[in-house]
């Protein structure tokens, strides 16, 4: 049986991959998704990063879902008149305010639901953790704080309290205005960010229906302490998962983190929700040609967790060797699942999980191939979630939902045009897997598929001829 690699490649593009061969080679390299950050640039280059996909899915012939990851309601310090250089041990105060004044020390904060719950001991991380500051007194109008670390107080820079959900809409007046350009440009995915409760998902997702587009999947990103709190249910409402590890160091301390990484990706996987990890994977690739021991270490351990993807984000926006990355990242991944075994639990009560793990389990009795018929990926999701060592071919008769299957685990989708039920669905994957050498005469495969929606059970177990 011929080797292919089960966990998936997300890759970032920015301004170090906007270029046409760049996609192509990183498609070709192993990416099976792209990611657009919504918190960069506008509708029109977003618009040219789609078509670069595009493109490039026809030429490598598979297909590559798109994600579109939305700003999410972030805080931001006002204006200053120049930027200033600060010292650990100087003293900053942070005003209630559009604007502040370098000559002073101050540091513009115009939110004032923000402002009003800063508290004494308070720490504050400016800039995603360029410049932290610790709450030493709280004024009616402004805030002494002491710097804790040396480094550049600049305009606008992001504004979090260690620790602290801050009170922010699910979606601002700039995220409704993206979603608009999601659905025209008719991506595959949706990344909410700062998810604190199941509520949050619903409101993106009534958003999307009300629009007529609620075949966009949702991706709740968790990286707030309520999120952690709230992680079940989330899960529930979520169509996907994502690990964001950085805003997470702003609520738990470091060495909490693997630990809630595991956690997220284990609830995950019972309820057979993709799961993604992001952040830092190969950070120093950013500037260097080669990981260091401890990334690699790092993208062995979440790959033996069993995430069905890994995100690079600066190493292929904006980083100088955007292909080696992927390259690298390929690597390591297929190293890691040599040893591959995921344990997984599941809610035994649902007579459809048993049946998937069912399939799952005969098909690695017998050796055996899978084969799944999906209308909307529920089928395909429930059985990719018990890792099983042998290959998942998935066909679907909707482009979007093939796309979409390509960011399961160990899951290659096909699509499969004017069928009547399932049966003649799962013929036409046969002989499409036949022609194209995936299946031999003699080897066995096991057959499933679902009759409607939300529901899987039938199976067949065949030998080709």
Same mark, same amino acid.
């Given at each position: 049986?011929?080797?292919?690699?089960?966990?998936?490649?997300?890759?970032?593009?920015?301004?170090?991959?906007?270029?046409?061969?760049?996609?192509?080679?990183?498609?070709?390299?192993?990416?099976?998704?792209?990611?657009?950050?919504?918190?960069?640039?506008?509708?029109?280059?977003?618009?040219?990063?789609?078509?670069?996909?595009?493109?490039?899915?026809?030429?490598?012939?598979?297909?590559?879902?798109?994600?579109?990851?939305?700003?999410?309601?972030?805080?931001?310090?006002?204006?200053?008149?120049?930027?200033?250089?600060?010292?650990?041990?100087?003293?900053?105060?942070?005003?209630?305010?559009?604007?502040?004044?370098?000559?002073?020390?101050?540091?513009?904060?115009?939110?004032?639901?923000?402002?009003?719950?800063?508290?004494?001991?308070?720490?504050?991380?400016?800039? %995603?953790?360029?410049?932290?500051?610790?709450?030493?007194?709280?004024?009616?109008?402004?805030?002494?704080?002491?710097? /804790?670390?040396?480094?550049?107080?600049?305009?606008?820079?992001?504004?979090?309290?260690?620790?602290?959900?801050?009170?922010?809409?699910?979606?601002?007046?700039?995220?409704?205005?993206? /979603?608009?350009?999601?659905?025209?440009?008719?991506?595959?995915?949706?990344?909410?960010? =700062?998810?604190?409760?199941?509520?949050?998902?619903?409101?993106?997702?009534? =958003?999307?229906?009300?629009?007529?587009?609620?075949?966009?999947?949702?991706?709740?990103?968790?990286?707030?302490?309520?999120?952690?709190?709230?992680?079940?249910?989330?899960?529930?409402?979520?169509?996907?998962?994502?690990?964001?590890?950085?805003?997470?160091?702003?609520?738990?301390?470091?060495?909490?983190?693997?630990?809630?990484?595991?956690?997220?990706?284990?609830?995950?996987?019972?309820?057979?929700?993709?799961?993604?990890?992001?952040?830092?994977?190969?950070?120093?690739?950013?500037?260097?040609?080669?990981?260091?021991?401890?990334?690699?270490?790092?993208?062995?351990?979440?790959?033996?967790?069993?995430?069905? %993807?890994?995100?690079?984000?600066?190493?292929?926006?904006?980083?100088?060797?955007?292909?080696?990355?992927?390259?690298?990242?390929?690597?390591?991944?297929?190293?890691?699942?040599?040893?591959?075994?995921?344990?997984?639990?599941?809610?035994?009560?649902?007579?459809?999980?048993? =049946?998937?793990?069912?399939? %799952?389990?005969?098909?690695? /009795?017998?050796?055996?191939?899978?084969?799944?018929?999906?209308?909307?990926?529920?089928? %395909?999701?429930?059985?990719?979630? =018990?890792?099983?060592?042998?290959?998942?071919?998935?066909?679907?008769?909707?482009?979007?939902?093939?796309?979409?299957?390509?960011?399961?685990?160990?899951?290659?989708?096909?699509?499969?045009?004017?069928?009547?039920?399932?049966?003649?669905?799962?013929?036409?994957?046969?002989?499409? /897997?036949?022609?194209?050498?995936?299946?031999?005469?003699?080897?066995?495969?096991?057959?499933?598929?679902?009759?409607?929606?939300?529901?899987?059970?039938?199976?067949?177990?065949?030998?080709?001829?």
């Amino acid at each position: 049986m011929v080797y292919r690699r089960r966990t998936k490649i997300i890759a970032t593009i920015g301004p170090a991959t906007m270029n046409r061969d760049i996609v192509i080679r990183l498609a070709r390299e192993g990416v099976d998704c792209f990611r657009i950050n919504f918190a960069h640039g506008n509708p029109e280059m977003w618009r040219e990063m789609v078509n670069l996909v595009r493109e490039a899915e026809k030429i490598v012939e598979k297909p590559i879902p798109v994600v579109g990851d939305l700003q999410g309601p972030t805080v931001r310090t006002g204006k200053l008149d120049t930027n200033y250089q600060v010292k650990k041990g100087d003293k900053v105060i942070i005003v209630l305010a559009e604007t502040g004044q370098a000559s002073k020390y101050e540091i513009p904060l115009p939110s004032k639901k923000v402002f009003d719950i800063i508290e004494e001991g308070d720490t504050i991380v400016l800039g %995603a953790g360029a410049l932290w500051l610790r709450v030493e007194d709280v004024k009616e109008r402004h805030v002494e704080c002491v710097v /804790l670390n040396d480094g550049i107080v600049k305009s606008e820079m992001t504004f979090s309290i260690l620790g602290k959900d801050l009170p922010l809409p699910t979606l601002t007046e700039k995220d409704m205005r993206d /979603l608009e350009f999601v659905i025209e440009a008719g991506l595959d995915y949706v990344g909410l960010s =700062f998810v604190r409760s199941r509520e949050d998902v619903r409101v993106l997702k009534d =958003f999307l229906q009300d629009r007529g587009a609620e075949d966009i999947k949702v991706i709740a990103k968790i990286e707030t302490r309520r999120a952690v709190e709230n992680l079940d249910s989330i899960i529930h409402e979520a169509d996907a998962v994502l690990v964001a590890r950085g805003d997470l160091a702003l609520y738990f301390s470091l060495e909490k983190i693997p630990e809630i990484q595991l956690e997220i990706v284990r609830r995950s996987i019972y309820y057979a929700k993709p799961v993604i990890v992001a952040t830092q994977l190969l950070e120093s690739m950013v500037e260097k040609p080669m990981p260091t021991r401890s990334e690699v270490v790092d993208v062995m351990v979440a790959v033996r967790e069993g995430v069905d %993807a890994l995100m690079l984000a600066d190493e292929t926006a904006v980083g100088k060797y955007p292909v080696e990355a992927v390259r690298w990242l390929r690597r390591i991944i297929e190293e890691a699942e040599k040893k591959l075994h995921v344990e997984v639990e599941y809610p035994r009560a649902n007579l459809h999980d048993r =049946f998937a793990h069912g399939v %799952a389990h005969v098909a690695e /009795l017998l050796n055996a191939k899978i084969l799944i018929y999906t209308r909307g990926g529920t089928t %395909a999701r429930r059985v990719s979630r =018990f890792r099983p060592r042998t290959e998942i071919y998935a066909a679907t008769r909707s482009e979007k939902v093939r796309r979409q299957l390509q960011l399961l685990w160990g899951v290659k989708p096909y699509i499969v045009h004017d069928v009547e039920d399932v049966w003649e669905a799962l013929n036409k994957l046969l002989e499409i /897997l036949k022609k194209e050498e995936e299946v031999s005469v003699g080897e066995i495969v096991v057959m499933t598929g679902g009759l409607r929606e939300e529901t899987t059970n039938l199976m067949k177990v065949i030998v080709v001829e």
